[in-house]
């Protein structure tokens, strides 16, 4: 094939604006035209086979009304608000009135109990919450526990500690103007979960939208084209759910399936045929564990790019996915606080099997020894990237800090390199293969992998 990688990555530039709200480009945007207000945003179903799907300009109407509603509450500029909630066009809609006033958006798992919310609630100062019925016991737990939690907006359900999504909403115009924020303003507090104690909040700016666009476009095979829909396995409340691929799916004005529940393959199989889903991102173990079970129905899909996070696929994952999909995976790799900075995209630069791929454009990574060196071909040493990329502008995907932790923050940096505890080599062609975590055995998989939709896999 024609390998286009050298000339991709020396000719990329960044246009990052010195204002930028993530709300305004995914969302209001599209709806501010009438024509491209009407086109399809999410198709939602849960697992008792239930479906909605909504436009733009629906969702707009709805973040609307909530932003005016937080506004009222006093909620704006700098302001944290936790959203627990499952993969629904309300949570899109939650997450678009959040940023667009303003305040932080804290997503919260559904993975964590009662403790952990509050131990994060309490951590970044939530001052509200919006919260839907499966998620509802640990967040109402914590109200009691967390006196700074003033507000919970409750979606599907009526509980007396709570406001009724729909009572505020029925009260507020739709009308809203964006709040005007930097691209580097903070947008999200994540708490990725790991294997520390301590919590660590990485915050990250408004621009990291714009900084995980090239890895994203490069591993969706050139995304978007004409008719693509997207779908993620993880689950929208980590970084690769929501920056791997809600945001910059509603960023290209494409249509997202959402599934919402307990999903067993073979229903997920057949979702993805009757959405026509071209896209997907998911966990490479997912896509390890569809290979080794029988799925006839494999062949009906329009499945036209998998991206994988996770373990790197191996040369018999690669094989399958050619003989049985007819397309290669392109593996990813980040953190949350710098995420999709290496990766594969097969139909711009040759695959490699196995190995963790190159930087993408726009993203100055490289391994480091112990003396902050760059190692020599084919030596071991810790994955760094840098403030900047190879032209000088900075690289608007790093995290800002961590969460009142300026000293943790610092401790990851090394002159301009942030060291993500990773170690890997890289061969003669610039491909990164990765290494075990040389300060923690236990950690034998990137750090990119926080969770996904439960699917019987």
Not at 278 to 290: A, D, F, K, Q, Y
Not at 338 to 346: A, E, K, Q, R
Request: charged share 15%; glycine share 8%.
């Amino acid at each position: 094939m024609n390998d286009q990688y050298p000339e991709l990555y020396s000719s990329f530039r960044w246009l990052v604006p010195s204002q930028f709200n993530i709300a305004q480009y995914c969302l209001l945007r599209w709806a501010s035209n009438s024509l491209e207000g009407r086109r399809p945003a999410v198709f939602a179903e849960n697992e008792f086979g239930e479906t909605t799907a909504h436009s733009y300009g629906q969702l707009a109407e709805t973040t609307g009304k909530l932003a005016n509603g937080l506004l009222k509450m006093g909620l704006g500029r700098g302001d944290r608000v936790a959203v627990a909630m499952g993969q629904s066009p309300e949570y899109i809609a939650a997450c678009m009135a959040i940023l667009a006033v303003g305040a932080i958006v804290v997503p919260i798992p559904a993975v964590l109990n009662a403790k952990q919310v509050t131990a994060r609630l309490n951590h970044a100062q939530v001052r509200a919450a919006i919260v839907d019925m499966p998620h509802a016991p640990g967040v109402l737990q914590a109200y009691g526990q967390y006196p700074g939690l003033n507000q919970i907006i409750s979606f599907g359900f009526q509980h007396e500690l709570t406001l009724s999504w729909n009572s505020l909403l029925a009260r507020q115009n739709s009308d809203f103007h964006v709040a005007p924020t930097l691209s580097s303003s903070p947008a999200f507090l994540f708490y990725p979960i790991g294997l520390a104690n301590e919590l660590k909040g990485v915050v990250l700016p408004h621009s990291v939208l714009i900084g995980v666009l090239p890895g994203f476009v490069a591993s969706q095979n050139w995304f978007p084209q004409h008719k693509d829909i997207f779908w993620t396995q993880h689950y929208w409340t980590n970084a690769d759910g929501l920056l791997g691929g809600l945001l910059p799916c509603l960023y290209f004005g494409r249509p997202i399936v959402a599934l919402d529940g307990h999903f067993s393959t073979s229903q997920v199989i057949e979702c993805l045929h009757n959405y026509k889903v071209t896209n997907i991102s998911l966990p490479c173990s997912s896509l390890r564990s569809v290979m080794e079970t029988s799925h006839p129905d494999l062949d009906k899909l329009s499945v036209r790019a998998i991206m994988t996070t996770g373990e790197h696929p191996s040369s018999q994952v690669h094989n399958w996915c050619e003989s049985a999909l007819g397309l290669t995976p392109n593996h990813v790799y980040g953190q949350t606080e710098v995420p999709y900075v290496v990766g594969h995209s097969h139909i711009r630069w040759p695959a490699r099997p196995g190995s963790m791929g190159k930087p993408y454009p726009g993203h100055l990574v490289s391994v480091l020894d112990h003396d902050g060196r760059p190692c020599p071909v084919g030596t071991v040493g810790e994955i760094a990237i840098n403030r900047y990329d190879i032209h000088g502008f900075p690289d608007p995907t790093l995290f800002l800090n961590y969460w009142q932790d300026e000293a943790s923050t610092q401790q990851r940096f090394l002159r301009d390199w942030y060291l993500t505890g990773d170690h890997a080599s890289i061969d003669r062609d610039g491909y990164f293969w990765y290494a075990s975590d040389h300060s923690n055995p236990e950690n034998a998989a990137p750090a990119n992998n926080n969770g996904s939709v439960s699917l019987s896999l």
